[in-house]
């Protein structure tokens, strides 16, 4: 069977998500898979970044990671996709290169294509749900494929009980956050590998 190419495409403004991109990362590479890890571009205005210490740091934390680019999600048989929630949706900062993607959805390269998303808040309750499933919303307009976690592992009933994705409070992976992203990332590593042989 083909390895299936996997796109870990996140955007994170304190250092949470992308801690969850790394974690995918790790999991989908033991499970097999041909990986790129993509962080989405910064659009905030570079003043407003810079006011804050926790920002600038995470920002400047985060450039050996390539910027995402519409090629690498052509080039994906499937998207691991975390970003924060705000406001109740997706950061504005992933709206923005999904709103780049115009081209290739008009083509159907983002058809057909796996897709799991996760996300973090501020608080347990600050939208994290709707924040994924607007996500999925999206994919759905694309004709990819969902791949939510549900309760299929046990760990889903350790980690916050979020079954269309993980999803924390920010602050610092524990071991059953890691847990349940592998989980995730290899369950869509294989429902990948069963698309594309």
Known sequence: MADPKILILFYSTYGT??????????AATEAGADIRVRRVA??????????QDAWKAQLEK??????ATPDDMEWA???FVSAPTRFGVVASQLRVFIDTLGGLWQKGALANKTFTATTSSNSSHGGQEATILSLY????HWGAIIVAPGYADPIKFEDNGNPYG???AAGELEDVHRKSIGYQATRLVEMTR????
Do not use: R
Request: proline content about 5%; overall charge negative.
């Open 166 to 168: 993980f999803s924390m």
């Open 77 to 79: 048989d499937g998207y």
């Open 42 to 51: 910064e659009s905030a205005p570079k003043d407003v970044v810079e006011s």
């Open 137 to 140: 919303t999206t994919a759905m």
């Open 62 to 67: 985060m450039q050996d990671i390539p910027e």
């Open 17 to 26: 998500n992308h801690a969850v991109a790394l974690a995918a990362a790790d």
């Open 194 to 197: 069963k698309l594309v042989g």
